[in-house]
Structures are given as structure tokens and as C-alpha cells.
């Protein structure tokens, strides 16, 4: 089985492009897990309200992976790791709040199988901040809560991702999200077709270990 994570800050058009994707391989999609399953905790206003909610999340993530069919091929997924993990530690940060849960978080998400796969390859998409408003503006489909967070916490992410691709250039790949929807389709695809990355895939734990400096 092949995953394929399509990442990227929020309204970037991980969904759009994902959806796209699927019909032209055939794969199979894991949705992202907000859009039909809210958080009880999500309007968090302390530390341990934000706990709660990170570790609700990663326990959602986690029990979907868990649920993918071993007997099928591809899937794509549009929710990644990086999302949640950086959020968990990076939010207090850009908020200037005295919050952090990072000793907690870790000791909780141990119970859980780090070595879990989450992808073979991550396809990274990135765009300008004036675009990514734009089509949040224009997307009234989603109420895209945190989104001005996400967008900050976005450069963290590039910054762990591009640490991890000098380890893993064959897996790790960024994309100029700015363009036409099919001109991005194109790049995607030609990343898939072409990509050979090494048999082992990335784990949960090589995504905690970066960003939390393991």
C-alpha cells in the first residue's frame, strides 16, 4: 500500500487537489478530519481545553490510519501529521500565550504506535499569503477556524519539512501552489509518476522527533 500525504497551510486546496488526484489514479481518500467531525474542545480558551483538543485530533488521525484498507494500493491524505503536531507546539508561540503542553502531549501520544507509517511521499503545497486569503474568502464552505494561525504556523512547518528533506530528498516535495488548479494537478502528477522513494516509509515518530527536537 502507498500513501501519499498532500500538505500544505490551510486553504491552500489540499481537498481540491487531493479530490482531483484520486479520480485520475483510481487511489482512495482520507478526508480531512474536521470537516465532518468537530472537536468538543476546539473553542479552547486555556491550557488544558488546548490539550484536550490536540490530543483528541491526533487520536482521530491516528484511529484513520488505523482503518485503511492494507489490500488497496494507493490513498491520499489530506490532513497531515505536520498539521497537528506543529499546531500543538507552535500555537502558544505565535499566540504569545503561556501555555505549553508539550511534556504532557508527549507523554500521551507514547500509548500510541509511533511507528506507524503516515506516508511514502509528502507533496507540500505551498502559496502567498494573499492568495490563501482569497480563497478562504471565496470557499464559504468551510468555516476554517484558526485560520490566520495556520498561516503563520505554516513557516514552521516548511522549516521542519525542509530539515527532514535533507535526509529524505526522495519523499519529501514542495510545490508553487500560486499557479491554476490544473497547472498544480500536472505538478502533482508528475511527482507521483516519477517519485521512487526508499521502501521504508515516514513514521509518526520521525515526524515527533523533528519537530519536537527528540
Given at each position: 500500500m502507498k500513501l501519499i500525504e498532500i500538505d500544505g497551510p490551510s486553504a491552500v486546496g489540499k481537498t481540491s487537489i487531493s479530490k482531483l488526484i484520486i479520480d485520475y489514479y483510481n487511489?482512495?481518500?482520507v478526508n480531512?478530519?474536521?470537516i465532518d467531525e468537530k472537536s468538543p474542545f476546539k473553542k479552547f480558551n486555556d491550557e488544558e481545553s488546548f490539550l484536550k483538543n490536540q490530543i483528541w485530533i491526533f487520536e482521530k488521525y491516528y484511529n484513520r490510519l488505523n482503518k485503511l484498507d492494507m489490500n488497496k494500493d494507493l490513498y491520499f491524505i489530506d490532513i497531515g501529521l505536520i498539521e497537528i503536531l506543529t499546531f500543538s507546539k507552535y500555537y502558544p508561540v505565535i499566540k504569545k500565550i503561556d501555555w505549553n503542553?508539550?511534556?504532557e502531549f508527549l507523554n500521551i501520544i507514547q500509548n500510541f504506535d509511533?511507528?506507524?507509517?503516515?506516508a511514502y511521499i509528502i507533496i507540500y503545497l505551498n502559496a502567498s499569503e494573499?492568495?490563501?486569503?482569497?480563497r478562504k474568502t471565496l470557499d464559504t464552505s468551510r468555516l476554517r477556524s484558526h485560520h490566520s494561525e495556520n498561516i503563520e504556523i505554516s513557516k514552521y512547518q516548511k522549516e521542519h519539512l525542509e530539515n527532514l528533506k535533507k535526509i529524505w530528498s526522495d519523499r519529501i516535495y514542495f510545490l508553487d501552489a500560486n499557479k491554476e488548479k490544473k497547472v498544480v494537478l500536472e505538478d502533482?502528477?508528475?511527482?507521483i509518476d516519477t517519485a521512487?522513494?526508499?521502501?521504508k516509509p515516514i513514521t509518526i515518530g520521525n515526524l515527533v522527533e523533528e519537530i519536537f527536537c527528540l
Open positions: 487511489g482512495n481518500f480531512e478530519i474536521l503542553i508539550t511534556k509511533l511507528t506507524k507509517p503516515i494573499e492568495n490563501l486569503k482569497l502533482v502528477k508528475k511527482i521512487k522513494p526508499n521502501t
